[in-house]
Nanobody, 124 residues
Framework: QVQLVESGGGLVQAGGSLRLSCAAS????????MGWFRQAPGKEREFVSA????????YYADSVKGRFTISRDNAKNTVALQMNSLKSEDTAVYYC?????????????????WGQGTQVTVSS
């Protein structure tokens, strides 16, 4: 059984940085694409970033491009999201998600497993 656990959320001032981490357990991690999504109050869950399996391709939503960086450590079964130059609009619950395919996808329905989320609050 696959389990994903996010950590690293918190309160930060606008312009600051946070690093989120997602730990996966239950199966081999390295073969599958991972993604980060976020959901603000009253809004739909939206795509943030994704990283492919064995070959490390990455993709970012326009809203975070140039500010966020996704990475993975397959030996530790973790994926991280480094968030810099944070804005109040980035305030949301951030979710880690895993596909059962290696290629990147940007739609919620393309992911099979989800973590419980970690809160990121950006003050201004």
């Amino acid at each position: 059984q696959v389990q994903l656990v996010e950590s690293g959320g918190g309160l930060v001032q606008a312009g600051g940085s946070l690093r989120l981490s997602c730990a996966a357990s239950g199966r081999t991690f390295s073969s599958y694409a991972m993604g980060w999504f976020r959901q603000a109050p009253g809004k739909e869950r939206e795509f943030v970033s994704a990283i492919s399996g064995a070959r490390t391709f990455t993709y970012y939503a326009d809203s975070v491009k140039g500010r966020f960086t996704i990475s993975r450590d397959n030996a530790k079964n973790t994926v991280a999201l480094q968030m810099n130059s944070l804005k109040s609009e980035d305030t949301a619950v951030y979710y880690c998600a895993e596909r059962t395919k290696s290629s990147i996808a940007t739609m919620k329905g393309d992911y099979d497993y989800w973590g419980q989320g970690t809160q990121v609050t950006v003050s201004s």
